[in-house]
């Protein structure tokens, strides 16, 4: 069993920054580490993810590439989402996620754990 606690969400005007972190406790494996984003009415996808075995592969939505930055710290067992340039968009409540495998790492059903979830707002 992992478990996944999120902090660092708020609230910032467009052009600002926020970092999200994820500590994960319990039985910790490697695999993908995810950022997931879900807006009010909208389905919730993939934002940035980060493969950890036999290597480190990152993973970014073309909404996001060259914004937000996702990182791992694995003496503390803690993934970060680096968000920069936010715009109103970005909005929405940002959830960590941890899966084994994956048939496409922004695929929400293939995580098996989910952190409690972070709101961002982003106000023009």
């Known amino acids: 069993q992992v478990q996944l606690v999120e902090s660092g969400g708020d609230s910032v005007q467009a052009g600002g920054s926020l970092r999200l972190s994820c500590v994960a406790s319990g039985y910790w494996y490697s695999g993908f580490l995810g950022w997931f984003r879900q807006a009010p009415g909208k389905e919730r996808e993939g934002v940035a993810g980060i493969y950890t075995r036999g290597g480190i592969r990152y993973y970014y939505d073309d909404s996001v590439k060259g914004r937000f930055t996702i990182s791992q710290d694995n003496a503390n067992h803690t993934v970060y989402l680096q968000m920069n340039s936010l715009k109103p968009e970005d909005a929405a409540m940002y959830y960590c996620?941890?899966?084994?495998?994956?048939?496409?790492?922004?695929?929400?059903?293939?995580?098996?754990?989910w952190g409690q979830g972070n709101q961002v707002t982003v106000s023009s």
């Open positions: 996620a941890a899966a084994t495998v994956t048939s496409g790492w922004a695929r929400p059903s293939d995580y098996k754990y």
